[in-house]
């Protein structure tokens, strides 16, 4: 059974860094590229960032370039989203998700950033 | 960046309808769009992948189609279970983006 369950979110101050996990199970995790998409509280989903199988290719989306990095360690089966410079409008429920060839979405795990 | 428009941004519908929503894409996406069914409290599910192709395990009530930049899920004989929002997502080029969502609600 494919599993992907994130963790690491929270409650954090504005301006402060959190890293989420994204830990993978029941595929080959180094086959796939992956994804962070996260939805605001009543809001629509927004597609955060992509990493390639191998790391090598690696895009964002305008909203968090230069502050948020994805990665990930294909020996850990663990895909990351290092968040730093957080904004109250980084205020969601994230998900790490495989969207191409058979989909599967996580749980989400859920990051408030408030003072 | 690619702007997905759905419409309609809310129905209400009855059980046995047939549910028609669109997805109009601002530049040619191709084939490259999946559909998703998201309900209260949940991670969003793909139904359609590639405009037309439906999931694995999903009912035969759920049709996709279109290319380029239209596409439309249609939904033959509404059910109970059905009550969700729809979004669709182009994934032919980055950045990825979402539409705003169609939320299908029972009279």
């Known amino acids: 059974e494919v599993q992907l369950v994130e963790s690491g979110g929270g409650l954090v101050q504005p301006g402060r860094s959190l890293k989420l996990s994204c830990l993978a199970s029941g595929f080959t995790f180094s086959n796939y590229g992956m994804n962070w998409i996260r939805q605001a509280p009543g809001k629509g989903l927004e597609w955060v960032a992509s990493?390639?199988?191998?790391?090598?290719?690696?895009y964002y989306a305008d909203t968090v370039k230069g502050r948020f990095t994805i990665s990930r360690d294909n020996a850990k089966n663990t895909l990351y989203l290092q968040m730093t410079s957080l904004r109250s409008e980084d205020t969601a429920l994230y998900y790490c998700a495989r969207i191409t060839t058979v989909a599967y979405w996580g749980q989400g795990v859920m990051v408030t950033v408030s003072s | 960046n690619t702007v997905m428009t759905q419409s309609p941004t809310s129905m209400f519908t009855s059980v046995g309808d047939r549910v028609t929503m669109s997805c109009k894409a601002s530049?040619?996406?191709?084939?490259?769009v999946g559909w998703y069914q998201q309900k209260t409290g949940q991670s969003p599910k793909r139904l359609i992948y590639?405009?037309?192709n439906r999931d694995t395990g999903v009912p035969d009530r759920f049709t996709g189609s279109g290319s380029g930049t239209d596409f439309t899920l249609t939904i033959s004989n509404m059910q109970a279970e059905d009550p969700a929002i729809y979004y669709c997502?182009?994934?032919?080029?980055?950045?990825?983006?979402f539409g705003a969502g169609t939320k299908l609600e029972l009279k």
């Open positions: 530049q040619n996406v191709d084939i490259n």
């Open positions: 997502l182009q994934h032919n080029s980055y950045p990825y983006t």
């Open positions: 990493i390639s199988s191998s790391s090598s290719y690696i």
């Open positions: 590639w405009a037309s």
